[in-house]
């Protein structure tokens, strides 16, 4: 196949179903990183990846990390970056998310008012203030919660009467409302929380 004009997430599908992943490798080497298709196709060769082992992992990940590594996009690097986390595969060792310790997670939780005991379920967490922790996760973790709230709050003001219509709010209603704008306050001190853990003001 030849990867001249072809779409690039097509042309990474035809190499991945042949199982010649270093031809998908070759093909996003050769495109301009952009945030729609180039971005998606980098996200399916990182799910491979990130079920290999040994050599054969290293021959997809690292030619990938290097393109990664030179963007001069930062707001795709990091996205790359946290979209690879997800499929276990690591872009970043210190070059494109800030460091971060135990003490500053713990400083963005209480400025955010956030639970930390949420992210530690899934992200491994030191105890020790001066630690470095896992940013990417800690960052999708963040994330995530902030989905799980405003999708929770949306789907309670979908439940209720249209304030505008004639029919009349039940104290039930009230009690809905409120607690979807409970929800979504959640949502927003973990958008903030995960914005403050990625910003890479050093």
């Known amino acids: 196949m ?5 779409r690039i997430t097509d042309a990474v599908n035809y190499y991945q ?7 998908a490798v070759r093909a996003i080497r050769n495109r301009e990183p952009e945030r729609l298709r180039w971005r998606s196709a980098v996200g399916a060769l990182t799910q491979s990846a990130g079920r290999m082992r040994g050599i054969d992992r290293m021959r997809v990940e690292e030619p990938i990390r290097e393109v990664v590594l030179d963007m001069h996009d930062d707001r795709l690097r990091t996205e790359i970056v946290l979209d690879a986390r997800r499929n276990g595969v690591d872009f970043d060792r210190g070059e494109v998310l800030p ?4 003490g500053d997670l713990r400083r963005y ?3 955010t008012r956030v639970d930390l005991r949420m992210v530690h379920r899934y992200v491994k967490l030191p105890l020790d203030f001066h630690r470095r922790v896992d940013v990417a996760g800690v960052v999708i973790v963040g994330r ?3 989905h799980h709230h405003r999708q929770r709050a949306h789907r309670l003001w979908l439940e209720l009467p249209d304030p505008d219509g004639p029919e009349i709010w039940m104290p039930d209603h009230r009690a ?3 607690r979807a704008e409970w929800e979504m306050k959640q949502a927003e001190r973990w ?8 910003k890479t003001g050093r």
């Open 2 to 6: 030849s990867d001249v004009g072809a």
């Open 17 to 23: 179903q042949k199982g010649e992943l270093r031809g």
């Open 99 to 102: 460091v971060r310790t135990m």
């Open 191 to 198: 958008t903030a929380f995960a914005k403050a853990v990625e």
């Open 176 to 178: 809905m409302n409120q």
């Open 144 to 146: 995530a919660m902030a």
């Open 109 to 111: 939780a209480f400025l």
